[in-house]
């Protein structure tokens, strides 16, 4: 079976401009979470989707959104970015009948300038 | 609110020695706790999990934990390093049904370093 994919795997991008990444679920899982890594605050939580809905949401400011399609497949948004946004954005599914551990893909890192 | 602790930023071992990384949690209701490894520039790779039952799970690589209850510990051990393990190593923890949902709270994480 194939892993989580996400793309793009890097990212430049400018103080106040918005990017939107991408992730695909290993096949069958529809359970997707997000979570930011930086040096300074490590591993935190940004928000969890399930069937297109969203049902955890970590303590990151509105600017930071996601959405799930139909096909498991999600995708988060950052708006207005801003230099502390750098970081490695890791997405991770989870099948939904037991298992409980996340799988997660290699990760986008992106680069506020 | 749930929380995890790595007490050691490093942890060096010689290869073919035992190595230990230790993982304290809390969390309201039964832990699920998990560890992981991340390899530079790459995502967490899931090792092994406890979520009930025996206190040593048993997981990927030859690693194993210990579940201790009254310590509150999730400790991870390998009886024998080899130099490839080498790497970033997360504790984590999920709250029981009641309790933050499927979120995973992280420790600082450990690096391990095994020389020959």
């Known amino acids: 079976k194939a892993g989580v994919t996400q793309t793009p795997r890097y990212l430049i991008k400018t103080r106040g401009q918005q990017v939107t990444l991408s992730c695909s679920p290993i096949?069958?899982?529809?359970?997707v979470s997000w979570y930011q890594q930086t040096p300074g605050q490590g591993l935190q939580f940004l928000f969890e989707y399930f069937s297109e809905t969203q049902r955890n949401k970590g303590n990151f400011p509105g600017r930071f959104s996601g959405r799930q399609f139909s096909n498991s497949r999600s995708e988060m948004n950052v708006s207005t970015l801003e230099l502390g946004d750098s970081a490695l954005y890791l997405c991770a599914s989870r099948r939904t009948s037991g298992g409980y551990e996340q799988y997660f893909g290699p990760g986008t890192r992106l680069t506020v300038t | 609110a749930q929380s995890v602790a790595q007490p050691e930023d490093q942890v060096n071992v010689a290869e073919g020695n035992p190595l230990t990384v230790k993982c304290t949690y809390s969390v309201s209701g039964n832990p699920y706790l998990f560890w992981y490894v991340q390899y530079p520039n790459r995502g967490l790779q899931f090792l092994l999990k406890y979520i009930t039952g025996d206190n040593l799970v048993k997981g990927s690589y030859g690693f194993e934990a210990e579940f201790n209850k009254s310590q509150t510990s999730f400790h991870l051990k390998k009886p024998s390093a080899l130099v490839s393990d080498s790497a970033l190593y997360f504790c984590a923890v999920r709250g029981g049904l009641t309790g933050g949902g499927n979120k995973l709270t992280f420790g600082t994480g450990t690096q391990l370093k095994v020389e020959l």
């Open positions: 096949s069958g899982h529809r359970s």
